[in-house]
């Protein structure tokens, strides 16, 4: 399959972002106060999640429907390819708890695509907290064997224990508490798994974590702008899922921090986790990420996931809310994803590694360019 032609506006756009960085690049390179910034990918990444923690921030309370709908739109297809790239297909695992992580990933699409054909034929919240789990426990028990440590594996055995019995004794209630709180992994993940020096995502986290409990405190709401594009909306949904018992404002609090720490999760995977993961090539130019693109997923690949995430924009916006649904039933795998490699990793502890460290030997061999 010739995806060539496919590919061309992508390269040009490539192209002509790269040039924009490279001013910005040699701008900053000869600013006094910028030139460390650059430099240090710790202090540039600790000062750009810190920025974008306080952004975002802003953005939830100006305007909320564009996070509603825009953000999906445009980062939801490409969030879930960085989980992948960076957890499966840059990970050094072992074969069995690769076929474990596909056969999962099928199956529980398999089951939102089910619930989505037929809603009321069966109890997919609780066969999907079953598979869900049972994945997690899988996770448990192989990334113990990998870091030869019984113990380590115990202890995490224990939280997912308790998770798992409590998922299935109210599956509903529990799928919407992870619908809301998966997006707080990321972060998680960004920092055990993926960060050399976590002292550098404090402020982030600190800030990520201060705005969260604001806004779900209910705090700010009086603060939000509910007059932009959408804005109805983000009100209309917050009212509904919270449901009767709870009051509006808390209500409207509980949506507004949810679109926060969603807008976070994304930028966690399509930004933060990428650059930690470089592992020692420098920061990647536009370029070096569509070469690790093609390289990773192969042309077809790439053209496929681009069709997908054109698919999720155009269907946003001319189906709405169906096609939001539709998205987020079917994406819901990558948050077991995460749960399970999480639990793989630290119950193998640093004898499991998670992600290859690549020397600057491999990466040039690669055909990878070191830059800042």
Same mark, same amino acid.
């Not at 009100?235 to 949506?255: K, Q």
């Not at 470089?278 to 996931?305: N, P």
């Given at each position: 399959?010739?995806?060539?032609?496919?590919?061309?506006?992508?390269?040009?756009?490539?192209?002509?972002?790269?040039?924009?960085?490279?001013?910005?690049?040699?701008?900053?390179?000869?600013?006094?106060?910028?030139?460390?910034?650059?430099?240090?990918?710790?202090?540039?990444?600790?000062?750009?999640?810190?920025?974008?923690?306080?952004?975002?921030?802003?953005?939830?309370?100006?305007?909320?429907?564009?996070?509603?709908?825009?953000?999906?739109?445009?980062?939801?297809?490409?969030?879930?390819?960085?989980?992948?790239?960076?957890?499966?297909?840059?990970?050094?695992?072992?074969?069995?708890?690769?076929?474990?992580?596909?056969?999962?990933?099928?199956?529980?699409?398999?089951?939102?695509?089910?619930?989505?054909?037929?809603?009321?034929?069966?109890?997919?919240?609780?066969?999907?907290?079953?598979?869900?789990?049972?994945?997690?426990?899988?996770?448990?028990?192989?990334?113990?064997?990998?870091?030869?440590?019984?113990?380590?594996?115990?202890?995490?055995?224990?939280?997912?224990?308790?998770?798992?019995?409590?998922?299935?004794?109210?599956?509903?209630?529990?799928?919407?508490?992870?619908?809301?709180?998966?997006?707080?992994?990321?972060?998680?993940?960004? @920092?055990?798994?993926? $960060?050399?020096?976590?002292?550098? &995502?404090?402020?982030?986290? /600190? =800030?990520?974590? *201060? #705005? %969260?409990? +604001?806004?779900?405190?209910?705090?700010?709401?009086?603060?939000?702008?509910?007059?932009?594009?959408?804005?109805?909306?983000?009100?209309?949904?917050?009212?509904?899922?919270?449901?009767?018992?709870?009051?509006?404002?808390?209500?409207?609090?509980?949506?507004?921090?949810?679109?926060?720490?969603?807008?976070?999760?994304?930028?966690?995977?399509?930004?933060?986790?990428?650059?930690?993961?470089?592992?020692?090539?420098?920061?990647?130019?536009?370029?070096?990420? @569509?070469?690790?693109? $093609?390289?990773?997923?192969?042309? &077809?690949?790439?053209?496929? /996931? =681009?069709?997908? *995430? #054109? %698919?999720? +924009?155009?269907?946003?916006?001319?189906?709405?809310?169906?096609?939001?649904?539709?998205?987020?039933?079917?994406?819901?795998?990558?948050?077991?994803?995460?749960?399970?490699?999480?639990?793989?990793?630290?119950?193998?502890?640093?004898?499991?590694?998670?992600?290859?460290?690549?020397?600057?030997?491999?990466?040039?061999?690669?055909?990878?360019?070191?830059?800042?």
């Amino acid at each position: 399959m010739n995806v060539e032609p496919a590919l061309r506006p992508a390269i040009v756009a490539v192209d002509v972002l790269d040039g924009v960085r490279s001013a910005l690049v040699r701008f900053s390179a000869r600013t006094a106060g910028l030139r460390l910034i650059i430099t240090s990918r710790d202090i540039r990444l600790g000062v750009q999640s810190f920025l974008s923690a306080a952004v975002l921030a802003f953005a939830t309370l100006r305007v909320p429907g564009l996070l509603l709908v825009v953000g999906p739109a445009l980062f939801g297809v490409p969030h879930l390819v960085g989980d992948v790239r960076h957890i499966v297909i840059r990970s050094d695992l072992s074969r069995g708890w690769i076929r474990i992580v596909v056969v999962a990933c099928a199956g529980l699409v398999a089951i939102r695509l089910g619930e989505l054909a037929a809603p009321s034929t069966a109890r997919y919240a609780l066969v999907e907290a079953v598979a869900g789990w049972s994945w997690v426990a899988a996770g448990v028990v192989l990334g113990s064997r990998a870091g030869k440590s019984v113990r380590r594996g115990l202890l995490v055995a224990l939280p997912v224990a308790v998770l798992a019995v409590a998922s299935m004794r109210s599956p509903e209630l529990a799928r919407a508490i992870f619908a809301y709180a998966h997006n707080a992994v990321a972060l998680v993940v960004w @920092v055990t798994m993926f $960060r050399s020096r976590r002292i550098a &995502a404090v402020p982030a986290i /600190v =800030t990520v974590g *201060a #705005i %969260a409990f +604001l806004f779900a405190s209910g705090s700010l709401v009086p603060w939000a702008h509910w007059e932009g594009p959408w804005g109805r909306q983000v009100v209309a949904e917050s009212l509904t899922v919270a449901g009767r018992p709870m009051a509006p404002v808390a209500a409207m609090g509980i949506g507004l921090s949810y679109l926060y720490l969603q807008a976070v999760h994304y930028a966690v995977w399509v930004s933060w986790i990428p650059q930690d993961d470089m592992q020692g090539c420098g920061s990647a130019t536009f370029r070096m990420t @569509v070469r690790a693109l $093609r390289r990773e997923l192969s042309g &077809a690949g790439c053209v496929l /996931v =681009t069709a997908a *995430a #054109i %698919a999720v +924009l155009v269907g946003s916006f001319v189906c709405g809310q169906r096609a939001r649904t539709a998205y987020f039933s079917v994406a819901a795998f990558h948050a077991w994803l995460e749960i399970a490699a999480l639990a793989y990793f630290l119950a193998g502890g640093k004898a499991s590694p998670t992600g290859p460290r690549r020397p600057w030997r491999a990466c040039r061999a690669q055909g990878w360019v070191k830059t800042i």
